[in-house]
Structures are given as structure tokens and as C-alpha cells.
């Protein structure tokens, strides 16, 4: 079975602090993303990588950064955390480059920024 | 960004009713997805349809994309308190890349 583990559940941090939310996968995936999911909104892509060092935006990129050094582990990085980043964050994996393909998602990190 | 509406937004049902729920865009998908997630877990693909008119069956679940590949439905028939949560669409943008673009989600409560 793929498994992708999130570095944590739950996370509470204050205004202003930097946060790194870590995910890894077991499955020897390309590609990975890290989406953030509120109520009404779904899920929303904010950056993904479909290699080593290689990253791409989504559609919500602002205030967020990410860094993936090993293909296992993709982490996303808020400079300075900010109230309208609480959220659920999702990280998920996928083989190949077909669209079709199934992600594999991780539990999720629920963060509440205070 | 093409955005994927699903409705309802919440569906509470009876044990052993039937139910659909939809997915409707302005924009043309080259495949489309369905996910099931759970409380405190991520999405799990139920499954993946790529053909225009498609649909697919799984046990209870009935799946259909559009003609035009711009929409899908979910049925469930006679639905379990097994079957709550929240399901989401997503569809694929023919990129190349393995890009979903996901739906606003419907959640289902199933009462015993």
C-alpha cells in the first residue's frame, strides 16, 4: 500500500512564526502537491513538483514556499505564518505525469495560525 | 483556474435511500475523478472515468461523465451509514501533468 505520512496532525502556531509542515511518501512517486482545504472551497493546488529540486506553482502560491532535496520528501514552508492561513493542508502523491493517475493523499495537518 | 461545482453542498439522507449527487463545469476535462474522504483523513480515489458518456459501477456506487466531458454524476443506491463523508470530483486538464482541479465537495450523512 502507498503510504504518505504528514509530519503532523495538529499545529498551533502564533502570527508571524515560520512553519514547515513535512511530507513523506514510500512509493518512489514523481510527483507531489500540497493543496489546502477550507469549507466551501474544496481543495486548492498550491504547489507540486514532478521531480527532485523541481517546483511549480498552483493557484494559490502566495505566502507559501516549498522545498523537495529527496524524491521521498516534499515539505511547504510559511515564511511568516498569518491568520488567513489556518487551514487543513493536504499533501498527496502520484506516479507519473497522466492526468488520470491516482494522488495518494496523507491525513492531513490542521493548522490554526493565532 | 477551472472551476468544478458540485451540488448539494450537504445531503442528509434515511439508511437504504437512494441519492446522486453533481459535478458540473463550464470547462472540458480530459478525465474526471472521484474521492471519498472521511473525518480526520485525507481524499481515497473511488474511482476514474476518461470517456465522454462513460459510466462505471462500483457495488452500490454508479459513476457517469458527461457527453461532453464538462460534468459527472455519483448515484448511490440504497446508502449505508458506511457511505458518510465528504465526496469531491476533481478533473484532470489535459496538461500532461498530473494536475487535478478539485470540486467544491458535497458532505453526506447517512442516518441509521
Known amino acids: 500500500d502507498v503510504k504518505v505520512t504528514q509530519s503532523s496532525r495538529y499545529l498551533v502556531k502564533r502570527t508571524g512564526e515560520k512553519v514547515f509542515l513535512e511530507c513523506v511518501q514510500d512509493?518512489?512517486?514523481?510527483?507531489m502537491f500540497w493543496y489546502r482545504q477550507d469549507p466551501g472551497l474544496g481543495l486548492r493546488l498550491i504547489y507540486f513538483?514532478?521531480?527532485?529540486?523541481?517546483?511549480e506553482k498552483g493557484d494559490i502560491p502566495e505566502g507559501y514556499s516549498v522545498s523537495r532535496e529527496k524524491k521521498e520528501r516534499f515539505s511547504l514552508i510559511l515564511e511568516s505564518a498569518s491568520t488567513n492561513q489556518t487551514s487543513m493542508y493536504l499533501c498527496?502523491?502520484?506516479?507519473?505525469?497522466?492526468?488520470?493517475?491516482?494522488?495518494?493523499f496523507g491525513p492531513g495537518t490542521r493548522l490554526l495560525v493565532l | 483556474t477551472q472551476l468544478l461545482e458540485q451540488s448539494p453542498q450537504f445531503l442528509s439522507i434515511q439508511e437504504g435511500e437512494n441519492l446522486t449527487v453533481y459535478c458540473n463545469s463550464s470547462?472540458?476535462?480530459?478525465?474526471l475523478q472521484w474521492y471519498r474522504q472521511e473525518p480526520g483523513e485525507g481524499p481515497v480515489l473511488l474511482v476514474t472515468?476518461?470517456?465522454?458518456?462513460e459510466v462505471k459501477k462500483l457495488k452500490r456506487l454508479t459513476f457517469q461523465f458527461g457527453d461532453a466531458r464538462k460534468d459527472s454524476s455519483l448515484h448511490i443506491t440504497a446508502a449505508q451509514p458506511g457511505d458518510t463523508g465528504l465526496y469531491l470530483c476533481?478533473?484532470?486538464?489535459?496538461?500532461?501533468?498530473?494536475?487535478?482541479?478539485f470540486g467544491t465537495g458535497t458532505r453526506l450523512t447517512v442516518i441509521p
Open positions: 498527496a502523491s502520484s506516479f507519473g505525469g497522466l492526468e488520470e493517475e491516482t494522488q495518494y
Open positions: 512509493m518512489d512517486h514523481e510527483n
Open positions: 513538483s514532478y521531480d527532485v529540486k523541481m517546483k
Open positions: 470547462s472540458v476535462f480530459s478525465s
Open positions: 472515468v476518461v470517456t465522454g458518456g
Open positions: 476533481a478533473g484532470g486538464n489535459q496538461t500532461g501533468a498530473n494536475n487535478l482541479f
